[in-house]
């Protein structure tokens, strides 16, 4: 196997890119912020009905591809890479990052606040339907819109042979020669602006809650110290297990991950008001798919109460932006599946695990402020996120060592999901890679430390935010991305598998792994 090479041209396309839109927002922040804010809002309000069409339809077309002939077709010759479940904990890992740690608490009790359908705050109703939308918002829709994406890049590169890991090449079955060209190259710097706009809202949410908890631990206080400290303690976990590469680090890494989110879970499960958080996830649940329909396409054009273009529409349009990221990263993980094997995973996996941590964590605070245990609401009001998630951590048994499980939780989520950034913007700016091979390990490092800057740089000018109203923004052209990759991938199992029956033979791994050992 040759050296793997970069590609010149867009990784100095892509670090130019990031350079010149970092600089401007240090430089331009105050007049940036209120302009991107109000493109945001625009976005929202104008292109609600799309983003809820695109999402509700790209779970419509996955569940025809689950039933349809092309559910069999295996990605690639060859066995899995990896176990079940630690293909199922990369995936898992990869798309949540600390976002779900913070949002599974805080989420529930806007609601509550602030609920849809002109239910009146801070009422039962609200109650009722606090812990039901963040389980909607976080489940089928959102891993619908990371599925899709990986569906045409693993079949590109494992069916296909297409031996780069890029959104562009992709999309080369509607594009064609093009996908080679400017286009192509467009598109990539396109994902790479978009992960890199994720990433900073992920950092956005995590670096003040960790900093936060941390604060508490050791009786400090909140700085930009503090959080810079955070941020380099963060880059050396995340650089070390990219380093390390999938097989040694991220693998590794994502399962010890599930582990302790799965422990600290059931943790809260057992010593908190368990009947309750049982019996709300039950009521909870049986809500959100009994009004799955009214809350996909809900957009409030009446009363103009403005939930589902600050919510919903919000949460599509940032985790579209995401996709490409997660797309093409669970793609690189799944050789060795089935489409449907693919599919169903990546919905039962994502979902499942968002569920379970709405449900016992969204419903233990909500118990709090119910029973008047601990106002909620007004900690959340009056001093903040960060804040709260302390406040109610405290609230549990053995809150001493709560705390600093939580932190070092929080540490290893964003890192599962950084290494695997980092990993994949160092294979967008590589060539080719072929069998086993992953992008060269300076590569990676360079990336984790540009990442690293991008933060630091960032959190010192108070920036952080508008990196995420910048993702929200980069969306836009991202659903004509959904649209070329859907048309790819449709065009080449039309053109693999004519309309003829598929004729399938069905190959456990056991009998890949011989046949792969006889052809050696």
Same mark, same amino acid.
């Given at each position: 196997?040759? &050296?793997?090479? #970069?590609? @010149? ?5 892509s670090l130019v890119v /990031?350079?010149?839109?970092?600089? +401007? ?8 912020? $209120? ?24 779970? /419509? ?21 990896? %176990? ?13 990052? !600390? ?15 602030? @609920? $849809?359908?002109?239910?009146? $705050? ?27 994406p990986t569906v045409t ?13 890029? /959104?562009? !090449? ?11 060209? $400017?286009?192509g190259k467009i598109i ?22 960790? %900093?936060?908890? #941390? ?11 503090? +959080? ?150 007004? /900690? ?50 590589? &060539? ?6 992953? @992008? ?9 430390? #540009? ?13 952080? &935010?508008?990196?995420?109203? +910048? %993702? ?33 033979? !069905? ?14």
């Amino acid at each position: 196997m040759g &050296k793997v090479k #970069i590609d @010149p041209l867009v990784f100095w396309s892509s670090l130019v890119v /990031i350079v010149v839109a970092t600089l +401007s927002l240090v430089i331009f922040r105050k007049s940036a912020e $209120p302009v991107m804010n109000k493109m945001m809002t625009g976005i929202t309000y104008n292109l609600d009905w799309v983003f809820q069409f695109l999402t509700f339809g790209v779970f /419509i077309l996955l569940v025809w591809l689950v039933f349809s002939k092309y559910g069999k077709v295996r990605l690639g010759d060859e066995a899995p890479e990896f %176990s079940t479940f630690s293909w199922g904990a990369m995936l898992f890992c990869a798309g949540m990052g !600390t976002s779900i740690m913070f949002w599974s608490m805080m989420e529930p009790m806007y609601y509550y606040m602030g @609920p $849809p359908f002109g239910i009146e $705050p801070n009422s039962k109703q609200s109650a009722e339907w606090a812990v039901a939308y963040g389980m909607f918002h976080w489940g089928i829709s959102a891993w619908s819109l990371y599925a899709l994406p990986t569906v045409t890049i693993a079949y590109s590169f494992f069916v296909k042979k297409n031996r780069s890991l890029k /959104i562009s !090449t992709a999309c080369k079955g509607i594009l064609g020669k093009y996908a080679d060209g $400017p286009i192509g190259k467009i598109i990539d710097i396109l994902v790479i602006w978009s992960l890199v706009g994720g990433l900073g809202t992920s950092l956005g949410l995590g670096v003040p809650m960790v %900093s936060a908890v #941390i604060g508490e631990i050791f009786g400090v206080q909140q700085s930009l110290q503090l +959080s810079i400290i955070i941020i380099v303690i963060w880059t050396i976990i995340y650089s070390a297990s990219a380093y390390m590469g999938l097989y040694k680090g991220i693998r590794k890494l994502s399962d010890w991950n599930v582990y302790l989110a799965l422990g600290l879970a059931l943790f809260v499960l057992i010593t908190g008001p368990t009947l309750f958080i049982l019996s709300n996830f039950s009521n909870s649940f049986g809500l959100m798919l009994q009004n799955f329909a009214l809350m996909s396409f809900s957009t409030d054009p009446i009363a103009k109460g403005g939930f589902p273009q600050a919510w919903t529409v919000f949460y599509w349009a940032w985790f579209a932006a995401t996709a490409p990221f997660i797309g093409l990263f669970v793609a690189r993980i799944s050789r060795g599946r089935t489409i449907r094997e693919l599919i169903v995973h990546i919905l039962l996996w994502g979902s499942l695990g968002s569920w379970i941590y709405f449900g016992i964590f969204g419903g233990y605070t909500l118990n709090l402020q119910l029973t008047g245990a601990l106002n909620v609401v007004d /900690i959340l009001n009056s001093s903040g996120g960060p804040a709260t998630i302390v406040e109610i951590l405290k609230t549990m048994p053995l809150d001493f060592l709560v705390l600093p499980f939580f932190a070092v939780l929080a540490f290893i989520f964003l890192a599962t999901s950084l290494d695997s950034a980092t990993y994949i913007l160092s294979a967008i700016a590589t &060539k080719e890679l072929i069998g086993d091979q992953e @992008p060269a390990r300076w590569h990676r490092m360079l990336w984790g430390a #540009i990442l690293a800057v991008l933060a630091i740089s960032l959190l010192m000018i108070g920036g952080l &935010k508008v990196i995420q109203t +910048s %993702s929200v923004i980069v969306s836009v052209p991202v659903i004509l991305l959904y649209v070329l990759l859907t048309l790819s991938l449709l065009r080449w199992l039309k053109q693999d598998y004519p309309d003829t029956p598929l004729v399938y033979k !069905t190959t456990t791994n056991e009998e890949i792994i011989q046949e792969n050992k006889a052809k050696e």
